[in-house]
Each structure stands twice: as structure tokens, then as C-alpha cells.
């Protein structure tokens, strides 16, 4: 388990505590303290002599891929699970990931759904993130969904570590390191799933990393997207054709063009729309747009209707998802 934490003494001891009522008995949790100025260093020592599982790394604030980096360095397991310290995990959470894991050798990383809290206050999107996410569990749902959003919480994951090793671990590239590892566990073919049941609390607050850092902003989260996107879909692509005129689309299609992929065109069905020009790329009727065969065709309609629609219309017209076709919100 790898344990990143800077300043958790508000959280902590619920984290450990989940931990140490694990039902799977073989693991270790490896702790990095980041740099802590409050009562966490005090904590993680009572733990440790409390639970010899537990190994305590200290080094200065350097980040969380850092921190995680210096975790998995020292893992000894052919799995390594994640968890912030400010999360709590069911007592089932890891034997059934594990279980999971060896019901399919396919498998190279594992989530679970989640019950986010504290629920009184709870934004609308993140509601309809954990609903979504927990709609998700088999390999086919996550691969048709893993341009949409992260499908697996990152305090869920549990990866094969040959793997993740083998893929270079976490990056820090100025966007989301949990995301950029989960797509490219996707591009080298890695089979992605949850387990279908609510094994981690995931606790929200207004100081979370993701919550306030630039590097999980809606912009890093499509550069991140667009970097991935030309090391496989859109290779050998002349462009990219853009299912959706909204603002979700046309902050795609600025993100793209900084990335140096020309977008040749955009999809509406508001007839108003039909024959301007968004970003010097024309304004098309679907029935155009599916005439373009060597473009990588995006739906940046973010409605899960919309989305649904999309891909009735991409199919209907041939267009495979996932090689020719994908969502991207």
C-alpha cells in the first residue's frame, strides 16, 4: 500500500485504522511523510510500533509523485495498492481487488467504486463523478469510458507492479500522474476494471491536491487526454472531426491545435450553427462528417445523453469505437 501524506493529522489515524482491519492479510503499507510540519511524524511512529506492516519513509515536501515514487521504490509485493490519508477502506477492499486480480491474468490495474463524503456537501459534479464511476466496472465499460474522465479512483488503485515498473511509474507532466499512468496501462493493452461494490470512502475538502492544484485542472486533464490521444488513436490521422460545437468542444479543439493536431471540422445538429467556422474549421451536418474516413472523430458532448447519442449516430454510420471513434467528454 502505498501511503503518500503531508500534514494528515486531522485523517490519519481513520486511514491506518481501515488498514489494519483488512481482511487480506499479506501486505505491507509503506508510508512517505512529505515534508509534515504538524503531529503526522508523531503518528506514523506510534503506528509503526504498533503495526509491523507499516514502513515509514520521511523526506522534504516534494510532491505527491514524488512521494509516490519514493513509495514504490521500496515495495516488495507483485501488486501495489494506493490510499490517501485521508480516506478510509473497507475491510474487504484489498482480498477482493486480489481476488479479482487472479480471476484474470489480463488484469493490470483494479479499482473499486467509492462513496464519496462528507455527503451534506457534496458539489453537483461531484455526484455525478462518483455515479458515473460507479456505473463502471467491467474491462469493456472502463475501455469504451477512458477518454471520458479517470475511471478509476486513484485511492483505489491496485496494479500489477511488474507492470507500472515496467511502464516507468508515476510522471510528473503537469497534469493528473494517476490518469497519465491509467492510459498508458491502456495503450500497451492492460485490462482495466473495478470491483463492482463500494470499498473505499473517499473524503473531500476544499485544501484537497485535486480540488486546487493546476495539474487537475479541466485544461491539464485535456492535455493530458491530447498527449495520449497522438501516441495511439490519432496517429497516422490527418486530424481530428469534433462531435459537439458547445464549449466543451471548443476548448478540445484549442487544446488540440496547441498540441499540433488540425481539427477539420466540427458536428452540430443546431442547423444555426451549420456553415460558420469555429477556429477556422467549418461547422458540418453529421452526414458530412462521416464522409471524413481519415480523421479520429471525438464526441466533446459532455451530457451522458448527448454522449449516448453520439455513439448510436458513430456506429450506425461504421465508425468502431474505440479505433475510429471515442468520447472524450
Not at 471520458?148 to 486513484?154: D, I, K, M, N, S
Not at 488540440?256 to 451536418?285: C, M, N, W, Y
Not at 474516413?293 to 454510420?317: E, I, K, Q, W
Request: glycine share 10%; proline share 5%.
Amino acid at each position: 500500500m502505498l501511503l503518500p501524506v503531508r500534514d494528515g493529522e486531522r485523517t490519519l489515524e481513520r486511514a491506518l485504522a481501515s488498514l489494519e482491519r483488512q481482511t487480506f492479510p499479506s501486505f505491507e503499507v509503506i508510508a512517505v511523510d512529505d515534508g509534515s510540519t504538524d503531529t503526522t511524524p508523531g503518528i506514523l511512529e506510534r503506528w509503526r510500533g504498533r503495526d509491523r506492516r507499516l514502513r515509514l519513509i520521511r523526506q522534504p515536501a516534494r510532491g505527491i509523485v514524488a512521494a509516490l515514487e519514493a513509495a514504490r521504490s521500496r515495495a516488495r509485493g507483485a501488486w501495489l495498492a494506493r490510499m490517501d490519508a485521508d480516506d478510509e477502506a473497507h475491510p474487504d477492499r484489498l482480498l477482493r481487488q486480489h481476488l479479482l486480480a487472479a480471476s484474470d491474468p489480463g488484469l493490470g490495474l483494479i479499482g473499486c467504486h467509492v462513496r464519496c463524503e462528507p455527503r451534506g456537501s457534496l458539489t453537483d459534479g461531484a455526484r455525478r463523478y462518483e455515479a458515473w464511476l460507479n456505473g463502471l466496472s467491467s474491462p469493456a465499460d472502463i475501455a469504451r469510458d477512458v477518454w471520458v474522465e479517470c475511471p478509476l479512483a486513484h485511492p483505489t488503485f491496485f496494479m500489477r507492479a511488474e507492470l507500472v515498473d515496467r511502464l516507468g511509474g508515476y510522471r510528473d507532466m503537469g497534469w493528473p500522474e494517476d490518469y497519465d499512468l491509467l492510459l498508458r496501462l491502456h495503450r500497451v493493452g492492460a485490462s482495466l476494471a473495478n470491483v463492482d461494490a463500494r470499498l473505499l470512502r473517499w473524503w473531500d475538502s476544499a485544501d484537497r491536491l485535486s480540488r486546487s492544484g493546476p495539474a487537475y485542472s479541466l485544461e491539464a486533464f485535456r492535455r493530458c487526454k491530447v498527449h495520449h490521444l497522438q501516441r495511439s488513436l490519432l496517429r497516422g490521422r490527418a486530424g481530428a472531426v469534433l462531435w459537439g460545437a458547445g464549449p466543451t468542444g471548443k476548448a478540445f479543439s484549442r487544446t488540440l491545435r496547441a498540441a499540433g493536431t488540425s481539427v477539420l471540422a466540427f458536428v452540430d445538429v443546431d442547423p444555426r450553427k451549420v456553415g460558420q467556422e469555429i477556429h477556422g474549421a467549418p461547422v458540418v451536418a453529421a452526414d458530412r462528417a462521416l464522409a471524413v474516413r481519415d480523421a479520429l472523430h471525438l464526441s466533446t458532448v459532455g451530457s451522458p445523453r448527448g454522449r449516448d447519442s453520439v455513439r448510436g449516430v458513430a456506429a450506425r454510420a461504421g465508425l468502431r469505437e474505440g479505433v475510429d471513434f471515442v468520447a472524450v467528454a
